[in-house]
């Protein structure tokens, strides 16, 4: 059976997936047509239904929830992973809901914790992610989200955090940040799923125990390559939620869902239970 599957080009999707991606694993009679692409072309690959399994923010979730469901597999959530606001001058909080900023996309998570932390701040403009950093430095925008590897460039860079939009989210609700998660068609075989599932957790195990044979793919598709900083990425987003949400993972997700209610963009969205595949 082909799936579709769509992951980004992030060291921690590539990690995750490079043992399935490059037929390390029996995978029984399942062959992959992979796609590699930004997190906001994800996000829209899923909301057109192009992909059987894809990786999304879990922001966009609550828009895609009827066509597809979330593995237990795959996810990139925990703590101190959760996007940053940064700036080139040093600003305070209380300036970014006046600040022109540059967004990694409008359904991603990052825009998600944005705007729960600064609903009145709607001066946004959607930028490649790995273009925000440059942005912000050549005045385009007073301050940027970042994602990613982001996070461990800024300062290099001359940047200044304003804020980090997961420590807010771990203050207020005492929950680790979710940020992405592997989406599969709700309407494929129940069986199917299962496997699937059980897949992509193989696949991370994998991993684990053999991360240097991962590490060519992983650089091959980096935005950044400096070898510390792709294993800095993975440390920091690959974790045993990775392996399985488990109970935790499920809840934080669940809470997150929750407060989509209460934006704009997610008005008529219908949640359709269960959201994980069992």
């Known amino acids: 059976m082909k799936i579709k599957l769509a992951i980004s080009t992030c060291p921690n999707d590539t990690f995750i997936f490079e ?3 490059n ?3 029996n995978a029984g009679g399942y062959k992959f047509d992979v796609t590699l692409a930004d997190i906001q072309e994800l996000n ?3 909301l057109s239904g192009e992909a059987d399994m894809v990786k999304i923010s879990y922001a966009l979730y609550p828009l895609v929830s009827k066509e597809y469901q979330l593995l237990t597999a795959g996810s990139a959530l925990g703590s101190g992973v959760g996007p940053l606001v940064v700036s080139k001058r040093k600003i305070y ?3 970014v809901e006046h600040a022109k900023i540059a967004i990694p996309g409008k359904t991603t998570t990052a825009n998600f914790l944005l705007s729960l932390a600064f609903p009145e701040a709607t001066n946004k403009k959607v930028y490649l992610f790995s273009d925000i950093e440059e942005a912000v430095l050549q005045n385009e925008v007073d301050v940027g989200v970042l ?3 982001g996070r461990f460039t800024y ?3 001359g940047l200044f955090k304003v804020i980090d939009l997961g420590e807010f989210w771990e203050e207020t609700t005492a929950n680790p940040v979710p940020l ?9 075989p129940e069986k199917v799923k299962r496997e699937l599932n059980t897949l992509t957790r193989q696949s991370v195990e994998y991993a684990f125990a053999n991360s240097r044979e991962t590490m060519s793919f992983v ?3 980096a935005q950044e390559m400096d070898e510390q900083v792709i294993l800095s990425h993975i440390e920091l987003y690959v974790n045993n939620f990775s392996i399985d949400l488990g109970e935790r993972g499920k809840n934080t997700v669940r809470m997150m869902l929750e407060k989509s209610s209460n934006f704009e963009q997610y008005k008529g969205a219908e949640l359709i239970e269960p959201f994980f595949v069992c």
């Open 19 to 21: 043992a399935l991606v």
């Open 155 to 157: 300062k290099q860079k």
């Open 180 to 188: 992405g998660g592997i989406a599969i068609r709700r309407y494929l």
């Open 147 to 149: 994602i990613h590897e």
């Open 23 to 25: 037929k390390r694993l």
């Open 219 to 221: 650089k091959m598709h």
């Open 44 to 46: 829209n690959l899923a």
């Open 93 to 95: 909080p209380d300036e």
